[in-house]
């Protein structure tokens, strides 16, 4: 199976901050990647994919970008409503789906 | 509006069972393939199973291959997840996502809010 690690695993930021979260796949997955935003107590919401593709109605600060194996989600300007925890996931060799670990953004 | 409802999780012992429901609206049910998805508490997301509306195909995660059951009823636009043979490791919430698109295009689009599985004597 496709390994997917993320890093960092958590970090700590403030509204308006440029914010890189890295995904990196075991093996090249082509742009077959999707990022995921949950928050606690909460189910997750497609925010990209195709590794660069905003779902309908996500907001456009949030953008992705990468292939084959190094993916990336960025917000361009950190908002109240974005402390969540991101995931990636891999769907070009499947099954299964494998999810990254997550990375969380919390408040400074 | 597209929705996904999830019932029937609960507190189970070890070695029972349980069956899952996820009950679709708004939008055409039987022409989308479907699939669970688990969270362990505090942990991350884990894929369980989908279910593929075009071929018939079910896939399972080696976790729960032999243990769990995939399906559906297009007529009571539903999904179903039975869980046999439950394990402390089986506790969860489980999430029902629509799969949409392929290729490039796949995504797990909507989710339900989930229904949490605790496996425990």
């Known amino acids: 199976a496709v390994r997917m690690t993320q890093s960092p695993s958590s970090f700590s930021a403030s509204t308006g901050d440029r914010v890189t979260i890295t995904c990196r796949a075991s093996?090249?997955?082509?742009?077959?990647l999707a990022w995921y935003q949950q928050k606690p107590g909460k189910a997750p919401k497609l925010l990209i994919f195709g590794a660069s593709t905003l779902q309908s109605g996500v907001p456009s600060r949030f953008s992705g970008s990468g292939s084959g194996t190094d993916f990336t989600l960025t917000i361009s300007s950190l908002q109240s409503e974005d402390f969540a925890t991101y995931y990636c996931q891999q769907y070009y060799y499947y099954p299964p789906f494998t999810f990254g670990p997550g990375t969380t953004v919390d408040i400074k | 509006e597209v929705q996904l409802v999830e019932s029937g999780g609960g507190l189970v012992k070890p070695g029972g069972s349980l069956r899952l429901s996820c009950a679709a609206s708004?939008?055409?049910?039987?022409?989308?393939?479907m699939n669970w998805v688990r969270q362990a508490p505090g942990k991350g997301l884990e894929w369980v199973s989908s279910i593929i509306v075009n071929t018939g195909n079910i896939y399972y995660a080696d976790s729960v291959k032999g243990r769990f059951t995939i399906s559906r009823d297009n007529a009571k636009n539903s999904l179903y997840l039975q869980m046999n043979s439950l394990r402390a490791e089986d506790t969860a919430v489980y999430y029902c996502?629509?799969?949409?698109?392929?290729?490039?295009?796949?995504?797990?689009?909507?989710w339900g809010q989930g229904t949490l599985v605790t496996v425990s004597s």
């Open positions: 093996q090249g997955i082509s742009n077959y």
């Open positions: 708004g939008f055409t049910f039987s022409s989308y393939s």
């Open positions: 996502a629509r799969w949409e698109g392929a290729a490039t295009g796949l995504r797990f689009d909507y």
